[in-house]
């Protein structure tokens, strides 16, 4: 059973910063994109970051570049998300997602949720002002 669990979220005041894991089991990931979404409360899922299987590419929305950086660890199946200079309106749940697909995917297959097959159960981050 392939399983992500996402740790690190917690309350952090604004212009903090918190460091957001990702741990997979169950299966490897390291030929797969993965990526963060997050949702805030009366709001849809939306896409943070992602990056390539290698690492070697990495996207991310324009509401958080600059100030979050996602990077992967594939000796231990986990992808890693460094959230800086949070504001008030990056209170959410963060989500972790991994795809089954292998190798190289386009950077707009990679900002959506629909190639991800796997998702985490979320990790609520708040923060305050």
């Known amino acids: 059973q392939v399983q992500l669990v996402e740790s690190g979220g917690g309350l952090v005041q604004a212009g903090g910063s918190l460091r957001l894991s990702c741990a997979a089991s169950g299966r490897t990931f390291s030929s797969s994109a993965m990526g963060w979404f997050r949702q805030a409360p009366g709001k849809e899922r939306e896409f943070v970051a992602s990056i390539s299987w290698s690492g070697g590419s990495t996207y991310y929305a324009d509401s958080v570049k600059g100030r979050f950086t996602i990077s992967r660890d594939n000796a231990k199946n986990t992808v890693y998300l460094q959230l800086n200079s949070l504001k008030p309106e990056d209170t959410a749940v963060y989500y972790c997602?991994?795809?089954?697909?292998?190798?190289?995917?386009?950077?707009?297959?990679?900002?959506?949720?629909?190639?991800?097959?796997?998702w985490g159960q979320g990790t609520q981050v708040t923060v305050s002002s």
């Open positions: 997602a991994a795809t089954s697909q292998r190798g190289s995917m386009t950077g707009i297959g990679m900002r959506s949720s629909w190639v991800y097959d796997y």
